[in-house]
């Protein structure tokens, strides 16, 4: 008998792709929802018992002594390609393609997130109550920083990823993948802030295919409401 996979999923959150791949791959799994802190937007306590961390996206796999936890994105769908994948969503071994794949499913957590985070802390420190006379001084830090930092490094990130999409249809090449599904979130998180605009075309296009996607729809649907939290 099939092992039970369960998604521990936090509502709003990157745990979303997972549920994606899984309705992808046409497998059988459960979700166990959790919700966030209404103030402070965090995961529950409860998360920490499925992973010392606390954090989604976390799967388990079968019960008892044998039981699988898998916490990370990149190492989720790495761990589902190669237990249940059978070839599928990934490009064959030693192919360019595969040398891409890899490279857009660490880019999504490794550069392209930590500046979309970065961006949501400061525009809160830039918000925050304060008293009035430091406010100016709190405020010019947070864009100082936004303006030489944050905001010239998320452009010259969606140029390339721009630039990538035009020559192809898919991160990995002609063939929709695993590297799409992991590149949606910090794409989806420009999105939703604003940041793609008119300038990119082949980025927006694509988000356009991956929405009308029948296994997006279905993750959708299995997650429940979801809007992209950086």
Not at 124 to 145: L, Y
């Amino acid at each position: 008998m099939p092992r039970m996979i369960t998604v521990h999923h936090l509502e709003n959150s990157r745990s979303q792709r997972v549920l994606w791949l899984l309705e992808e791959l046409g497998l059988p799994y459960e979700v166990r929802r959790y919700r966030r802190d209404p103030a402070t937007l965090l995961a529950p306590p409860e998360l920490a018992r499925v992973h010392p961390l606390g954090k989604s996206p976390v799967i388990t796999e079968g019960q008892g002594a044998d039981a699988v936890t898998v916490a990370e994105s990149g190492a989720i769908i790495e761990y589902l390609l190669d237990t249940h994948g059978a070839g599928r969503l990934r490009p064959a071994a030693g192919s360019p393609q595969r040398r891409q794949f890899t490279y857009w499913l660490h880019f999504a957590e490794g550069s392209a997130m930590p500046y979309l985070v970065m961006k949501l802390v400061f525009d809160k420190v830039r918000d925050a109550p304060v008293p009035f006379f430091v406010k100016p001084i709190v405020k010019g830090i947070a864009q100082q920083v936004n303006r030489s930092f944050i905001a010239p490094n998320l452009s010259r990130q969606l140029a390339f990823m721009e630039a990538h999409i035009v020559q192809q249809h898919w991160f990995a090449g002609s063939e929709f993948s695993a590297a799409d599904i992991q590149m949606s979130y910090p794409v989806e998180a420009t999105a939703v802030s604003g940041g793609l605009g008119t300038d990119h075309p082949a980025l927006s296009g694509w988000l356009s295919r991956i929405h009308a996607r029948a296994g997006y729809r279905r993750a959708l649907e299995m997650g429940g409401p979801y809007s992209v939290v950086p």
